[in-house]
């Protein structure tokens, strides 16, 4: 069974760095892209970007490049999503997923993370 | 403002059909697949329709998809309580490099 297992929740306080995680299990990891994505309180879902854990290829979102830095580790099958100095606005739902490509073409997202709440 | 653009509610009674629009542009639902999301409260988004118009296994046939130029809609029949929901369309954007979700449609099943 394909999980995509999340960190627990966050309270952080202005100013200070944070790294979650999400770890992969039941499928090879290193041969599918992970993606982020945010959801603000009461609001819609925002692409944040990807990596490809096999050889760490990552691509920002225009709106978050310079914002966030996206990580993984193949070794214990698990990506990050990290701030180096959080701001009341970084409050929200984080998730990440799974991506289901056909060569160049993305055909979904089939699986979610549980979400991890990050409160600033 | 999202990419691309959904009605923000539908509602429909129970037994009945609905359907939600998404619409983009020539970068994006133009030259690509269609995916559909739904959100029920407090869940992490799931995956209802892939490939524009395929369901992953588990899915009812109540659901399906469609494409047509820049526009896809999502259907949905014989609706249940349990369909409220945050439904999401998504697909890549080849000028941005980046999925785009449309802004989301709260179904609600009078």
């Known amino acids: 069974e394909v999980q995509l297992v999340q960190s627990g929740a966050e309270v952080k306080k202005p100013g200070e760095s944070l790294k979650i995680s999400c770890k992969g299990s039941?499928?090879?990891?290193?041969?599918?892209?992970i993606g982020w994505v945010r959801q603000m309180p009461g609001k819609g879902l925002e692409w944040m970007g990807i990596?490809?854990?096999?050889?760490?290829?990552?691509r920002y979102s225009p709106s978050f490049q310079g914002q966030v830095t996206i990580s993984a580790d193949k070794s214990i099958i698990t990506a990050y999503l990290q701030w180096s100095s959080l701001k009341a606005s970084d409050t929200a739902i984080y998730y990440c997923?799974?991506?289901?490509?056909?060569?160049?073409?993305?055909?979904?997202?089939?699986?979610w993370g549980q979400g991890t709440l990050v409160t600033v | 403002q999202s990419v691309l653009t959904q009605p923000p509610s539908v509602s429909a009674a129970p037994g009945q059909k609905v359907t939600i629009s998404c619409s983009g542009s020539?970068?994006?639902?133009?030259?690509?697949?269609v995916s559909w999301y739904q959100q029920l409260p407090g869940t992490a988004p799931k995956l209802l329709i892939y490939?524009?118009?395929k369901r992953p296994s588990g899915i009812p046939d109540r659901f399906s998809g469609s494409k047509s130029d820049t526009s896809a809609t999502l259907g949905i029949t014989g609706l249940q309580t349990g369909d409220e929901a945050d439904y999401y369309c998504?697909?890549?954007?080849?000028?941005?490099?980046?999925?785009?979700f449309g802004g989301g449609t709260k179904l609600t099943v009078l």
């Open positions: 997923a799974r991506l289901l490509w056909q060569t160049t073409i993305l055909q979904g997202i089939d699986y």
């Open positions: 039941g499928y090879s990891f290193t041969n599918y892209w």
């Open positions: 990596i490809y854990p096999g050889d760490s290829d990552t």
């Open positions: 020539s970068s994006n639902i133009g030259i690509n697949y």
């Open positions: 490939d524009n118009h």
């Open positions: 998504g697909t890549w954007d080849n000028s941005l490099s980046a999925v785009v």
